[in-house]
DNA sequence: TTACAAATGAGAATGATTAGCATTAGCAAC
DNA sequence: GTTGCTAATGCTAATCATTCTCATTTGTAA
């Protein structure tokens, strides 16, 4: 319940859309969301906010560090909690399952290969796109 | 001017437009381009084709593995002529500029990372968000 | 040259995301 | 507690990249 902390030195106002989104991501049921499933989770709890809000206050969130985005193959981005410790993700191609992981020397790598040629690093994304090796796979439809 | 032979061997019927895309991305002028890219391109340079056919040529191309599509943060995809060799992408936040590189530990250890949670890797994507070191970075805008 | 399937072009349709604007709700000062 | 003001919300319409539809045109093999 200290989401209205969080808001709050975040530098957001607390709001019920706010708090709502943010208890959702918190709850923990599912690391990554896209606006459109945010959407539909809030109204399935009978909650009601609009869908152009659920964009605003998850792009508020990014900005405000409480949330990162990431753009995975194909259309919508998904957003998780931001927990500090960066890591990259592999997505499975047929059920969609994400894992996270992270490997020090390939973030030590990418940062001298950026040196290297005259970039200073700000950001990076890595994804990498696989099967599950069944039988963990729910081949998904 | 293989171009013509380069179409057959892919399996695709050698029509105008896309020998005009074709030539387009071995001109080797830019060697990173949307479909609106080579839109506008081919339009400046007389050749009246539809942007529809754009983008079905650059399917088509990326399908018969003439080519390989890219999403850099944003919006819209682009296209470079595919080489054999894979390769990573620096860009810069900056200027646009776009550069490539390859690290064969990068790749291995993704490899491993997959394989020790139960993935076969597909494909992967990796892009560096940077700024250039100045002077070579031509600030946009 | 003919004939037919495949390709093209123009514009409508789609899907995710954002913008505009009238209405409502936090919140600080009475 | 009220009051009042600004920021936030919720619609809906707009945008932007991309795809679809379908009538027309173009390769190509016979």
Redesign the pocket.
């Known amino acids: 319940m200290n989401e209205l902390i969080q808001l709050k030195s975040a530098g ?7 708090l709502k989104v943010l208890s959702l991501f918190e709850s923990g049921n599912d690391r990554h969301l ?3 499933d945010v959407y539909r989770k809030l109204l399935a709890s009978g909650d ?6 659920v ?3 998850l ?1 508020q969130f990014e900005q405000a560090g409480l949330l990162v985005k990431h753009h995975f193959e194909g ?3 998904v957003f998780e909690l931001n927990q500090g410790e960066h890591h990259d993700h592999i997505v499975c191609l047929q059920c969609g399952r994400v894992e996270e992981f992270y490997d020090a020397t390939i973030e030590l790598r990418q940062k001298k290969a950026a040196a290297e040629r005259g970039f200073a690093v700000h950001d990076h994304s890595l994804y990498i796109y696989a099967n599950c090796i069944k039988p963990k796979c729910q081949y998904k439809s």
Do not use: I, M, Q
Not at 12 to 18: D, E, I, N, W
Not at 48 to 53: E, I, M, R
């Open positions: 957001l106002k607390s709001t019920l859309p706010r896209s606006a459109e009601d906010v609009g869908l152009a809000t964009y605003r206050v792009n259309d919508k981005s």
